[in-house]
T-cell receptor
Framework: DTAVSQTPKYLVTQMGNDKSIKCEQN?????MYWYKQDSKKFLKIMFS???????INETVPNRFSPKSPDKAHLNLHINSLELGDSAVYFC???????????????FGPGTRLTVL | GQQVMQIPQYQHVQEGEDFTTYCNSS?????IQWYKQRPGGHPVFLIQ?????EVKKQKRLTFQFGEAKKNSSLHITATQTTDVGTYFC???????????FGKGTLLTVNP
């Protein structure tokens, strides 16, 4: 059983297109996250949701719009893709919010986005 | 905002040598976590340290949390080729509900 799953695993698209990445967790966690990992491996938080409520929006361009239809799902939609959006996007989940007890994060396998 | 610095950025060792990566936070942390990411993989949680001065061991890995809860280290004794990967520390300050990752240390091991 995959704890945190993401689709697609790879995404190659042209500049200006709109794309979505889906994430699902079957761990029963309350909190989900989106991270961006650039070519230098730097992991940067983008968004976090707790019980479907947006908690963190880390100065991400508004071309990025997360949506959490329920606690187990957190999707990421990106409009008007730019070259600089090329990166690996990781979804993660934790039992509780970061900074609290039980906040260890479980990461999905990642989605490698390449914008041409 | 909270910053977490990690050094070194890269470390290459011969198999059997020891390895240490260090992490420093600009602010006092409520806890610090360590993750390992194998090449082509995703970060995997290793451990969480919560108490001032805490030391935890996992087989050949020793984790420390500083007395002031602003720094931490991960030490691997007698590295093996299976230890290859990027090791990240990640700290949370509590009230901002955010885990801030260090830039990671890429460990390569020569067999």
């Amino acid at each position: 059983d995959t704890a945190v799953s993401q689709t697609p695993k790879y995404l190659v698209t042209q500049m200006g297109n709109d794309k979505s990445i889906k994430c699902e967790q079957n761990l029963g966690h309350d909190t989900m996250y989106w991270y961006k990992q650039d070519s230098k491996k730097f992991l940067k938080i983008m968004f976090s949701y707790n019980n479907k409520e947006l908690i963190i929006n880390e100065t991400v361009p508004n071309r990025f719009s997360p949506k959490s239809p329920d606690k187990a799902h957190l999707n990421l939609h990106i409009n008007s893709l730019e070259l600089g959006d090329s990166a690996v996007y990781f979804c993660a989940s934790s039992h509780r919010l970061a900074g609290t007890v039980f906040d260890e994060q479980f990461f999905g396998p990642g989605t490698r986005l390449t914008v041409l | 905002g909270q910053q977490v610095m990690q050094i070194p950025q890269y470390q290459h060792v011969q198999e059997g040598e020891d390895f240490t990566t260090y992490c420093n936070s600009s602010t006092t942390l409520s806890n610090i976590q360590w993750y390992k990411q194998r090449p082509g993989g995703h970060p995997v949680f290793l451990i969480q340290l919560v108490k001032s001065g805490e030391v935890k061991k996992q087989k050949r890995l020793t984790f420390q949390f500083g007395e002031a809860k602003k720094n931490s280290s991960l030490h691997i004794t007698a590295t093996q080729t299976t230890d290859v990967g990027t090791y990240f520390c990640a700290g949370s300050g509590g009230s901002n509900y955010k885990l801030t990752f260090g830039k990671g240390t890429l460990l390569t091991v020569n067999p």
